[in-house]
């Protein structure tokens, strides 16, 4: 059936990037989007972080901007990826509530000036996001321009972890929900060895700065409970959208650049799996990590992802920005669609003339349409109204790659065999040797079914609880062929030694 242009761009695979058009007067947007239909962009996230503009006081709103920028996009078919600005509180809210400032493991109460900076476990901040993400999505909820919701920026980019007075009371919280018993608590953390037993939860304090050789089970616990956090926001932001829209929504994760956070835990928060995969440019293998990149967001999305951002040329942030050579924006690009992406964004449409981004790459460059990054990007999105047909398509590969946030977290806390032993470089290493040998690669929890695999390769799976452990055995029992390398196997969970008597 011939479907409405509409119904037509669902199917499209998706094409944008961030729009923050707040930075120019509203002439400049009259170009963006006549150049955005040049390049066939189809969606753009929308008020990523834009909350000290359309709430410049408590309880005040200004929607005038918002309003017509979303009523223009719309007029040009063009989609909205509606964010909610959670992630770059207004300086309002951390002057009203100093409390929820961040504190880093040395007990440094962060400063704003920036983005993030905020405490995921503030009640005052979970109740100012609340109200803003409320009042958005009653606002745009059921505009027919918004097809998803962005909610929030990268989770756990700059505040992981919190170590406040709130931060650690809500820890003591999680843990008597997880445990029930202190005693338990106890038991599972070992805590008998040098008599560090806990007679109830409110004495177990976040592993902040300390002596050497904290607890490795309280340290695992603290990564568990810091993560959570994030998710347990999201969730809330999340039912909140629900009561005004039916559109689907996610958050762009970092797989696999934002180490503090367990994605395989937040997999099924999200309608839909987006990543933000940006080049470790000094790196010559970089393309090897890209894929490495894709073939993991894959695997959390179990199915087709997005990439939510990517960079058309250089970014800002690293210790030294290569712009990339040409052909190579499209090549990167196409990499992300061939290992399951259906969407590709960039941050960001146009370049910012001021502010800490500005010498980040954008799909519109200071430099304009005359460039050759311009020409690429309309290229790639010319491109793509090519490819739909491959939009849901699978992956088809027959080898699997472990994969575990947690064995990397375990494998690199303090006192360890060796200091030069690195999870990422192990798994790396192997997904590395298999890349060039043009094999397919799925990564997979150790205990997922595994049963359609010829070949599992487990590298440095340090941490192997009883259903993972016993999934393996399953699976070379049944035929499998299990490549395991050192250090695999070691301890559950807990960072307790397997092998020794229980
Ligand atoms: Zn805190």
């Known amino acids: 059936m011939q479907g409405t242009s509409q119904e037509t761009a669902v199917q499209d695979i998706r094409f944008g990037g961030d729009y923050n058009p707040e930075q120019w007067p509203e002439e400049i947007w009259l170009e963006d989007v006549r150049l955005m239909r040049e390049a066939g962009v189809n969606l753009v996230s929308l008020g990523v ?16 901007g918002l309003d017509a920028i979303v009523e223009l996009l719309h007029a040009n078919g063009i989609g909205v990826n509606m964010g909610t600005p959670t992630s770059s509180p207004p300086a309002w809210l951390r002057k009203a509530h100093p409390e929820i400032r961040l504190v880093d ?28 993400v409320d009042k958005i999505a009653e606002r745009y909820g059921r505009h027919p321009a918004v097809k998803l919701w962005h909610i929030h920026n990268e989770y756990g980019w700059a505040n992981v972890e919190c170590y406040c007075e709130a931060s650690a009371a809500a820890f003591q919280g999680w843990l008597a929900e997880k445990y029930g018993d202190v005693d338990r608590l106890n038991d599972a953390w070992g805590t008998a060895f040098w008599g560090l037993v806990y007679r109830s939860f409110d004495q177990v304090e976040a592993p902040a700065a300390a002596p050497p050789g904290v607890n490795p089970a309280l340290q695992l616990d603290w990564k568990r409970f810091s993560n959570d956090e994030h998710v347990r926001n ?12 039916e559109a689907p929504a996610t958050t762009n994760f970092m797989i696999p650049n934002c180490e503090g956070m367990d994605y395989r835990r937040w997999a099924g928060t999200v309608d839909v799996v987006s990543n933000n995969h940006y080049l470790i440019a000094e790196r010559p293998d970089h393309q090897i990590e890209l894929s490495m990149s894709a073939d993991l967001t894959r695997a959390v999305a179990n199915g087709p992802w ?19 050579t040409p052909g190579e924006l499209r090549r990167n690009s196409l990499a992300h669609v061939a290992r399951g992406a259906d969407g590709l964004m960039f941050f960001q449409w146009r ?10 790459s954008a799909m519109l460059p200071h430099g ?33 790659v472990l994969w575990d946030w947690e064995s990397w977290w375990a494998l690199e806390l303090e006192w360890r065999p060796s200091v030069d032993l690195k999870y990422r ?9 298999l890349w060039r040998e043009h094999v397919t690669v799925d990564f997979a929890h150790p205990e997922a079914d595994l049963s359609g695999y010829r070949l599992v390769v487990a590298p440095s799976s340090y941490v192997l609880t009883d259903a993972a452990s016993k999934n393996l055995r399953g699976y070379v029992e049944n035929g499998g062929h299990l490549v395991v390398s050192y250090f695999s196997g070691i301890v559950d969970e807990h960072d307790t030694d397997r092998k020794s008597t229980r």
């Open 306 to 324: 997005m990439v939510m951002e990517h960079s058309t040329s250089a970014v800002n942030w690293q210790p030294r920005n290569i712009a990339k």
């Open 234 to 245: 999201y969730r809330m932001q999340r039912e909140v959208i629900a009561r005004h829209s």
């Open 351 to 360: 370049a910012s003339r001021a502010g800490a981004e500005k010498f980040h």
């Open 368 to 400: 304009g349409t005359d460039t050759e990054v311009w020409r690429d990007v309309a290229a790639l999105g010319n491109d793509l109204k090519k490819l739909s047909s491959v939009v849901g398509a699978d992956v088809a590969a027959d080898v699997a």
């Open 105 to 132: 493991a040395e007990g440094r109460t962060l400063a704003g000036g920036s983005r993030h900076g905020v405490c995921p476990s503030s009640p005052a901040y979970a109740e100012a996001c609340a109200s803003i």
């Open 49 to 64: 972080f834009n909350w000290g503009i359309i709430e410049p006081a408590p309880g005040e709103y200004d929607w005038s």
């Open 425 to 433: 470089e192990r798994v790396e290493a192997y997904y590395a040797a």
